[in-house]
Structures are given as structure tokens and as C-alpha cells.
């Protein structure tokens, strides 16, 4: 089994595409640094037509020995790399190399001959929780290794080096499986398997589901609930797979109900039903949809966010009653959570940036639909989140809430999240008044018509795909089509972003109506972009008009990330889990549990992750 990712990398611009899993409420964790590549002085420009660097990872269970995963790692170098280095992860157990030498404990050196240069080491895939408490838990494993199967996290080696030219250059990565299993971008099975797969609201949906596992909600079911909440959920950050992983629980005690890493890597026990506000599954997938950072004092709305809208979506499918709906959230009342100020981490007590924030974020949500005639929800908000790319602070909450709003709800906002103020649960009439009717909603997706376009002196055509290769000079035009597939008549809002310049577009579209907006952009310089607008975004190198320059260039990964990093996780006694920079779902069976659940010479800088990619973002 493998899985492929495909990386442009342009030769301009330093840029970083992060091996960090998606994060836990806590942000604790372990970052990774860039490492700086100074090229050779008397480097040579070279003229090979191979612009791919292909990095291929394979996992081996090694049965013989359980707690041990066996990983090779193989990389294909075009004949413009005149210099690479390998970076292993720290503790790992080199077994064997082929055109690589060591360097360090970590870093391997390519010979410069062989084609295919290999390492081969050895990682222990347990991941154990250190929570101490006086409750147990059914057990202590985020990722276990057993006798007959593993779920696993999938090590990430580091690439570092030189190349020439200055024509854009891709890295290509590979996950393979030494016998039966699958894996994501981040995590894998290793161990007998049925993959199902689903199609929806233009993202792809995996379930894993291993022959080991006995799963309480159908696939059928699963999928049902997912897509469903893709479609309602118009906050932007939708990923184009989504890898999802049934956890065998006859074996392994795990620690947590679910857990989340990477964009859109999750699993979740295989005990966990779809009938309940907590339902696992969404709250896991709500986590998949959060592509923002935080400052300390928004910390809690990753979690608080991901509990409430799990309850609501469960509620809008008809899993749940509103009883029971209430009465889960009801529980941020509750002392002590409903003491703790969320803007203040540590104040946090007794799962309240899950109990106390699922609440906050829930009235938040109806003060919004009651003040604006459900024209605006805690979407706008949280679309407006993610399309930050500094970190949020709780002040950019706030006036995120008073442009939606008014200043009336932004100031209740501001309150129920900086003070010890709890909002009391809202009954039923007040909820049919804020969420029966459909507000508007808003569709933003490539236009059906030549939605991408590239012309320039020499050429005028269409183009497809998440990367794009231009010419310096030639002006890239994009189509979008803006449909308002809610109730209520609306206003939208679309931006146009190019890196840090931005076209907005803003309109009034009643339910069902549509409209096309077209954005253009002219790139003068050559150099590594960003372009993204609405739910899509492109990788966009510019070469420049003469690109055999003979001009020399560094490529260069982040070293990968250490094999004992800490996460902060939940579980059932209100204890703090520091392990490594995840979402989890916490161990908890009541319906008001938290669900607990990341020829010029010229220095020209990328940095290439074999393993991983883009966000998850969190601090």
C-alpha cells in the first residue's frame, strides 16, 4: 500500500512545508527549525530533464519483535542535486545504509553516486500517554504496536542539500507498507485491512476499517455523518483527503477516545457510536476543518469549537434529541469549569476549554443568528479565523464576532471568554427562534467554465491542478463561483490572496442564487507564491522568462521531528496528557463528557519535508 504526495518547489523563494502534527488545545510540543545550506562556491549548472526528487518511506511491522517498526527510507535524486543529506529521527536504530554515510547520530550523507541511496533504521511505534492521576483510564496508548497489527505514527526524515538551475523543482512522497495495511499522510495501519471510500462536497473520505476491528456505527452510518458535516460546515481549511482509522480496541486500552494529527489524519475507536452530542467521529473531523494558529488566550476555541459543533451537527442529523443536546452542554454551568476564564489556559479546569467553551461557543453562535436574522453564524467567525495567517488572538475573536454581529454580541463575546462569566443553556423556543430556519450560506468553489487560466506573450491556456508553473510576466486569471446555498438572503465575502497582497470581493445573493467572480494577477517576479480564494489554494512557481540561467540553488528539509515530542490531551479525571502536538478526544462514556479525544551564483533556499506538509498550524 502507499501514498503519494506530489511538492513543487521553486528556487526563489525560502519557504517551509512543516512535518508538525495538528495540535491539542494545550500548543505544547516541540518545534522544527530550519536548517541553513550555503552553496558551493564553484557549483556547476546541470541540464538533466529530471526536476523530481522522489522520497519513498517503507514501514515494516517486524512481528518477530513487537514495540519494533522497521523503516527504509529511499530516495531518487535527478542529476541537478550535487549534494544531499538524510536526516533521521533523534533515538531511531540505523540498520543498514546504501549511498549514505553517517555524518552524525542523525544526518547521512549521500555519496553522489549511487542513484538510489537507501537507510534503513529501527523506531519503537508505542506512543504512551504520561498522564498522572488518581482515576485510571482503560489504557495508556495514543499509537500501540501489537502481536498481530500496529497503528502508527509515520516517521519523517529530514532532506537537506544543493542543486542547479533555476527551473522549479519537485519533491515527490511516497508511504509504502511491506505487506497488508494503509496509510494517511501522517498515521498508517499495519495489519489486515478493508478500505472504504466515499466521495462528497469535493473532498475524498477513507475509512480504514482493520479486520481486528468490530465497529459500533456502520461505515455507511460514518460516512452519512461526515459528509454531511463537510457540506454544512462553511468555514474554509477543506482538505482534498481525509484518512480516517477505526482503532481496534480488543487489545489496546487506549488513552484517548480519537485522535487527530497532520491536516486530515484521525482515528477513533472502534467502540464509538454516532447516536450521542459527543460523536467522536465529528468532533475529529470538526478538528480537520481548523487551519489557524492561536495565540495563548484563543487556545480554547480549537477545542471548544470542535465539542460544540459535534453536538449541533449530531442534532441537525437527527442522532441526538435536543434534550440531550442541552443537557451536554449544559454541563459548562458546572463547577469547577464554569470558574476558569478560557482566554487564561491556566485556569482551566475539569475539561472546561471542552465543557466551558462548547457552551461560550454555543451562545455565541445563537446571539449571532438571533442579532443578524440567521444571515450570519459562528461560521462567518470561524471562516474569518481561518483565513488569518498570523496567529489568533482573542482580540481578533472579538472583532471577528462584532463585524458579524455588532458590538452588542461582540461585548457578550468578549465577556464569556476573557472573565469568569458563564452563559446559562438556552431552552427549546429560544432555540427554535435561532436555528430552524437555514441561515445563508455561502458556496465558494472553482468555476464549472475554464476556471484557471494562464496568458502571457507567449501562451494563452488553461491550466488544473494545486500546482502551477508560470512564466515571470504572465498574468494567472481564476474564476470562482459564489452560490448561496442556504435559507435567508445574505452578504458574502471573497478574497483573492496572492502571499500577503489581497483582492476582496463582497456581494448580496438570496437562497439559491449565484454569481461568478473573476480575479486576475500578473507575477512580474520569479519566485515560490501562494494563491489562495475561497476554499482553494495553489502553489504557484514563477520561473523567470530565461529559466536555463545556469543559476544555483539550495534544497533543504527541516530535520524531522523528535520521536518523544508532548501533546496535551484529555482524559476521563480532568488531568492534563501531555504527549505530542495532537487533537485528541478524551476517555470519557457519559453523554456530557468532554470528547477528548497536528551561470550566476545565487543562494536560493527551499525547504522540502519528505513527510509531511502545509499547516496544522497551531502553536
Known amino acids: 500500500m502507499d501514498v503519494r504526495q506530489s511538492l513543487v518547489v521553486g528556487c526563489v523563494l525560502v519557504f517551509m512545508l512543516c512535518a508538525v502534527p495538528a495540535v491539542s488545545t494545550a500548543d505544547a510540543g516541540t518545534e522544527t527549525t530550519v536548517q541553513e545550506i550555503r552553496p558551493a562556491e564553484d557549483s556547476l549548472p546541470q541540464t538533466s530533464s529530471s526536476d523530481e526528487i522522489s522520497v519513498t518511506t517503507t514501514l515494516d511491522r517486524t512481528p518477530e519483535t513487537v514495540g519494533e517498526m522497521t523503516v527504509t527510507v529511499a530516495v531518487e535524486i535527478p542529476d541537478r542535486v550535487t549534494e544531499l543529506t538524510a536526516i533521521i529521527p533523534d533515538r531511531a536504530r540505523v540498520s543498514g545504509t546504501d549511498g549514505f554515510s553517517a555524518v552524525s547520530d542523525t544526518d547521512y550523507e549521500w555519496d553522489s553516486e549511487t542513484t538510489r541511496p537507501t537507510v534503513t533504521y529501527r523506531v519503537d511505534p508505542n506512543r504512551l500517554s ?31 542539500g544543493r542543486y542547479t538551475g533555476s527551473r522549479p523543482i519537485t519533491l515527490d512522497q511516497e508511504t509504502d507498507i511491506d505487506g497488508p495495511g494503509a496509510a494517511g499522510e501522517r498515521m498508517a495501519f499495519l495489519g489486515p485491512v478493508d478500505v472504504r471510500t466515499t466521495r462528497a462536497h469535493g473532498q475524498r473520505f477513507r475509512l480504514i476499517i482493520p479486520d481486528a476491528a468490530d465497529l459500533e456505527a456502520s461505515p455507511s452510518e460514518i460516512f452519512d455523518s461526515v459528509t454531511h458535516a463537510s457540506d454544512r460546515l462553511r468555514v ?101 469549569q464554569a470558574s476558569a476564564t478560557l482566554s487564561e489556559p491556566d485556569s482551566w479546569e475539569n475539561f472546561a476549554e471542552y465543557r466551558k467553551g462548547a457552551l461560550v461557543a454555543g451562545e455565541i453562535d445563537r446571539q449571532i443568528r438571533r442579532e443578524t436574522d440567521r444571515e450570519a453564524t459562528l461560521d462567518t467567525v470561524f471562516r474569518e479565523v481561518n483565513a488569518e495567517t498570523e496567529p ?4 481578533t475573536f472579538r472583532s471577528g464576532v462584532r463585524d458579524a454581529a455588532g458590538s452588542e454580541v461582540g461585548d457578550a463575546a468578549n465577556r464569556y471568554t476573557t472573565t469568569t462569566a458563564v452563559p446559562s443553556m438556552w431552552d427549546g423556543d429560544a432555540h427554535a427562534a435561532a436555528f430552524d430556519q437555514s441561515p445563508a450560506r455561502f458556496s465558494y468553489r472553482l468555476a464549472e467554465t475554464d476556471p484557471i487560466r494562464v496568458s ?145 551564483p545565487a543562494l536560493i533556499a527551499l525547504v522540502l519535508v519528505a513527510g509531511g506538509y502545509r499547516r496544522r498550524r497551531r502553536t
Do not use: C
Open 130 to 160: 504520561d498522564r498522572e492521576g488518581p482515576l485510571s483510564v482503560d489504557g495508556q496508548y495514543l499509537f500501540a504496536d501489537t502481536d498481530d497489527w500496529a497503528l502508527v505514527r509515520i516517521p519523517h526524515t529530514g532532506i537537506s
Open 236 to 336: 474554509g481549511d477543506r482538505d482534498e483527503t481525509v484518512t480516517m482509522i477505526a482503532a481496534p480496541t480488543g487489545e489496546v486500552g487506549w488513552t484517548v477516545r480519537g485522535l487527530q494529527i497532520g491536516d486530515a489524519d484521525l482515528w477513533v475507536r472502534d467502540s464509538e457510536g454516532l447516536a450521542t452530542p459527543p460523536n467522536v467521529w465529528l468532533h475529529e473531523y470538526v478538528h480537520t476543518r481548523q487551519g489557524y494558529t492561536t495565540d495563548e488566550d484563543f487556545r480554547w476555541f480549537t477545542e471548544g469549537s470542535a465539542t460544540y459543533y459535534a453536538a449541533l451537527l449530531s442534532l441537525q442529523q437527527d442522532r441526538t434529541d435536543f434534550e440531550s443536546f442541552r443537557r451536554f452542554l449544559r454541563s459548562g454551568e458546572g463547577r469547577p
Open 392 to 395: 489568533v488572538s482573542a482580540r
Open 456 to 600: 502571457g506573450p507567449e501562451r494563452d491556456t488553461s491550466l488544473s491542478g494545486p500546482d502551477l508553473a508560470l512564466v515571470a510576466g504572465e498574468t494567472l486569471r481564476i474564476r470562482m463561483a459564489v452560490e448561496n446555498v442556504g435559507g435567508t438572503v445574505g452578504d458574502y465575502e471573497l478574497a483573492f490572496r496572492v502571499d500577503d497582497t489581497e483582492q476582496p470581493r463582497s456581494g448580496r445573493l438570496r437562497a439559491g442564487e449565484q454569481v461568478i467572480e473573476t480575479f486576475e494577477y500578473t507575477f512580474t517576479n520569479p519566485g515560490e507564491y501562494t494563491v489562495a480564494v475561497g476554499n482553494e489554494q495553489f502553489a504557484v512557481a514563477v520561473a523567470p522568462a530565461d529559466s536555463d540561467d545556469g543559476e544555483t540553488g539550495t534544497v533543504d528539509t527541516e530535520p524531522p521531528e523528535p520521536l518523544e515530542d508532548t501533546v496535551e490531551g484529555t482524559t476521563d479525571d480532568g488531568e492534563q496528557a501531555e504527549e505530542e502536538k495532537e487533537n485528541e478526544t478524551a476517555t470519557d462514556e457519559s453523554d456530557v463528557s468532554a470528547p477528548g479525544f497536528g551561470v550566476v
